[in-house]
């Protein structure tokens, strides 16, 4: 009993941890790089400050969502 429980947190862990993080951080940089590409198109090249706080916006709430689905995760009781 004791071990599964061990062995499931470091498995939710892992699968929780890498996939999901990396996946936000690669969308993050690929919007950022998007709006790079948009801005260097225009005549002026200048960052539109409302779509990069946008994009950030999006990121961190992404981050708070599933830190607090890891932390629900394993305040789990059984």
């Known amino acids: 009993m004791i071990d599964e429980r061990r062995a499931d947190p470091g498995n939710c862990f892992c699968v ?3 996939i999901m993080l990396a996946s936000l951080l690669v969308c ?17 090249p200048q960052l539109s400050t409302l779509q990069f706080m946008a994009t950030l916006g999006i ?20």
């Open 59 to 78: 990121f961190g709430a992404a981050m708070i969502i599933w830190v607090i689905r890891l932390f629900r995760h394993f305040a789990k009781s059984d």
């Open 16 to 18: 929780h941890s890498n």
């Open 28 to 44: 993050v940089e690929a919007m950022v790089w998007y709006q790079l590409i948009e801005s260097n198109s225009q005549r002026v």
